[in-house]
């Protein structure tokens, strides 16, 4: 009777020694393993990183050395505008400038500038963060000298921010330029940054830039902690009951992209309508489909998610989703005695697939005569020269279907993308709408676009248009509709119903 109690004891005791024993030895081996695995990862994602750095600023060099030869010209209205001309058509670039012995006195956004009151550095390429017209706003400059005289072309620093971020995902990843760094947050460091001798870093071959990131001991354990707990579930179950192990496995931790797979299977993903509008009396003529996660109560909002839906190829399968729930909630029901257009964002990786068209068939075959489809191209990558993507744009088409440009002006919307694949329609970007009565330069850009458009034959809509003053401009440019919080925010299907009910329809733009 004495003897089961220390038996018992003696198994216990033996079990727990058993148990750290193992739980020990393989978490060593789940840390060597994380480590190597963190260390790919990471130098992967900066490898990914400097690629889309180098096309950035390949194009602001080419920007640049197109307006070489105006290094030295005196800041007349001719050179003025000639430097407006070029910002207007080039991706990426948000000012250039002139400068003579580092003195900058002619500028894309401000004209004339007085002698002394900007000055900039002699690297090639560099972060600054004190640019005058637009102070706090991080900027990445790009300089062209020729003799005394110098050119720069200044590039928007949330986009290398936005390539940062994305970089990001395990350790926070650094620019690092001759003179200047910049954070994954964002922000601008005016001084020379010093890598550790642990970290990773990696040089661009073609411009003076490096990335660089620290993996330390927390950021191993950290990882170890959110993604390895399967393994460290393995070792416990052996001494567990199938019921914890079914526990321990079905509470691990899953990651962002399994998290969005489960949405969509929940239908936790619903379309939202902005409308669009047009008319001196704005009354709607179409709506753009917008989609929101929602989450146990909670909107998570498009940026969170959308990024890694177009890395991971989830876009797809989420667009097709959203087709069918917006044809069979609203498109296939709704009757209107005038042309109305329904438009979906399109990435690029759908719009080179073999699947689109037929993913699209399902809204074309079951809206009326006036309901229209518009596909925006929204994705920032270069799609001229795809024989899949322009094929499937011939095929739409030939069915109808029109092509909208977004964020005209701000990404990879050239003038080449124009001439290889012709758009129906270009969207202004809210960047240069936000900026009417602020900057003239922005007006000068929405006059150049509209001018373009008419040229070509495209509609004009302007985005993010929130309030009367920024109307009565963009009435004044010509036959543009209208897209903004000032008409309205995006509505749930239903709310959208009750809004067309309560706006008088007008014809197509």
Sequence with gaps: MHKQPRYQRRRIALSAIIFIACLSGSALFLYVQTSIWLNAQQQNAMALAKNQLNSLFSHVQRSAQSMYGLAGAPCTTQTIEALRRQLAIT?????????????????????????????????????????????????????LQNGNYGLYTSTDGYYIRNILESASEHVPVILSTAWGWMSQDGKVHPSTYTASDKAIVIQSGSYPFSLAAAIHSGNVIQTCLEDGRLMIAIL?????????????????????????????????????????????????????????????GNIIPPDQFIPMAEQTGLIIPLTQQLIIDVTDKFAAHYQTSTPFYISFNISARHLQSASIEDDFDYFLRRVGSNINLVLEITEREMLTGNDT?????????????????????????????????????????????????????????????????????????????????QVDFLRHQGDIAYQGYFFSRPLSVDAFKNWLSANAAAGEP
Excluded at 110 to 117: L, T
Excluded at 243 to 272: C, D, I, Q, V
Excluded at 419 to 444: A, E, W, Y
Aim: hydrophobic share 40%.
């Design 236 to 296: 416990i179950l052996l001494s567990a009951a199938a019921a914890l192990f079914s526990y321990l496995w079905t509470g691990r931790p899953r990651t962002p992209e399994k998290l969005l797979t489960e949405a969509m299977k929940n239908r936790e993903l619903h379309p939202y309508f902005q409308p669009i509008v047009k008319g001196e009396h704005p009354a709607p003529v179409g709506c753009e489909v917008l989609v929101r996660w929602l989450h146990k």
């Design 389 to 469: 993507a322009l094929n499937n744009i011939e095929r739409f088409k030939a069915r109808g279907v029109r092509f909208a440009l977004d964020d005209f002006g701000t990404g990879y919307s050239t003038l080449e993308i124009l001439h290889q694949m012709p758009v129906d329609i270009i969207k202004i970007d809210k960047l240069f709408t936000s900026g009417i009565g602020v900057h003239r330069l922005c007006n000068d850009i929405i006059g150049n676009i509209t001018d373009l458009a008419t040229r070509i034959g495209a509609a004009v809509i302007a985005e993010g248009v929130e309030t009367e003053a």
């Design 91 to 143: 991706p990426n670039v948000g000012n250039i400038e002139l400068a003579a012995s580092g003195e900058v006195y002619c500028s894309s956004l401000q004209g004339e500038v007085p002698r002394g009151a900007d000055r900039r550095k002699s690297y090639q390429l560099y972060l600054a963060s004190d640019i005058k017209a637009l102070n706090g706003h991080p900027f990445v400059l790009f300089h």
